[in-house]
């Protein structure tokens, strides 16, 4: 027999149901439910109640869902102080699919907590590999920086409109262009205190100039990107990878039908974020591999932000690649592994793929 503890957190509270279930028989039984705090004694109150109804360390299984940050606290203290059991994060829209499979309609925290126990019971999930402090602060300041970006780009249009307004609005120019000097110098201390974090590991120097060997990347996209994964030590192929970040392609055809090929947008949208300026600068340079990628695109469905997007997927392709291998962007290389797909013929009578988007 297994214990199943399925957790529904939010920000102040999470609800908590635990579910016995016997693998031979393929029966569970809800052995209790509870809400707790989302705070350090909650999260220990939560864990001596599992125990109390029977669950031991090595045999409870604990599901949470992503919830934002506000799961972090728990999974840290989990992962801490209860290495025995197996801890697994699902995203939202796992857990919801799940949930609505199993013919539970209706939505709360407890019918969502008893999803996720009986997901955690049923699903192979994998276990959760926790997050290196390292890469938290760094996620924390790559974040800060691009929400104090985003504020004053707004500020900026607001200036902007009242420059070229019919009005005389000087007392509202001069407020609004303090606002922006001070994000200005918040920013730039941001992207010190980024640079120093990246400077002060040396054993990532090595390959985050790989890294910066790629055309279009820079130490703020590197940092990014990396605290956002990880390091990417959390994915185990480009795919994986390519799915957390958001370009996963989503193909919908039923019978004659045949719906518009899209990218999901089911995943990091701060890694989206982090590519777009990198593609931005390859495309503009019109020189490369990844550039030539972009203009064959456009040439073939004349469709620009698709061929964008595909030079992001692509750089984000690279990145991981040469960090795994430690190794420089080589564009003669990559011209070869292009021809070479474009040379071998698919099997008659198969489906073929889009040699373009193939992993160099």
């Known amino acids: 027999m297994i214990y199943s503890l399925g957790i529904d957190i939010a920000k102040d509270k999470f609800d908590a149901c635990l579910i016995a279930c016997r693998l031979t028989e393929q029966t569970q039984q809800v052995m209790a439910r509870k809400t707790f705090k989302n705070i350090s004694s909650g999260f220990k ?69 008893r999803g996720l126990a009986l997901m955690g019971a049923e699903r192979k999930l994998p276990a959760w590999k926790g997050i290196d402090p390292f890469w938290r602060e760094l996620r924390a300041l790559t974040r800060t920086r691009g929400r104090l970006m985003d504020q004053r780009t707004a500020l900026r249009n607001q200036l902007h409109a009242l420059n070229h307004g019919g009005m005389n609005a000087a007392e509202s120019k001069e407020s609004l262009q303090a606002v922006i000097e001070a994000l200005n110098a918040e920013i730039d201390k941001l992207t010190s205190s980024i640079y120093s974090k990246l400077r002060a590991c040396k054993h990532l120097q090595q390959p985050i100039d790989c890294l910066k060997s790629i055309p279009g990347i820079g130490r703020l996209t590197i940092a990014a990107v990396l605290a956002e994964t990880n390091g990417f030590d959390a994915f185990e192929s480009i795919s994986q990878l390519i799915s957390f970040s958001g370009y996963d392609v989503v193909i919908q055809k039923s019978g004659k039908w045949t719906g518009k090929p899209k990218i999901s947008k089911q995943g990091s949208s701060y890694i989206r974020r982090a590519m777009f300026m990198p593609a931005s600068t390859v495309v503009r340079s019109g020189d490369g591999p990844t550039a030539e990628l972009y203009q064959r695109l456009v040439a073939k469905h004349n469709v620009k932000m698709k061929a964008h997007v595909a030079v992001q997927k692509k750089l984000l392709r690279y990145m991981y690649v040469l960090w795994n291998k430690k190794e420089s962007f080589d564009p003669d290389h990559i011209r070869s592994l292009q021809a070479h797909h474009k040379n071998v013929a698919p099997p008659e009578g198969e489906a073929t793929v889009d040699t373009s988007q193939a992993a160099a």
């Open 45 to 113: 109150a939560c864990m001596r109640w599992a125990r109390r109804h029977g669950s031991s360390e090595k045999s409870l299984r604990v599901t949470i869902e992503a919830t934002g940050t506000y799961y972090e606290p728990l999974a840290l203290f989990i992962d801490e102080h209860h290495p025995g059991g197996h801890l697994a994060v699902v995203l939202p829209s796992k857990s919801k699919k799940y949930i609505q499979s199993r013919g539970l309609r209706s939505k709360t925290d407890k019918i969502d907590a």
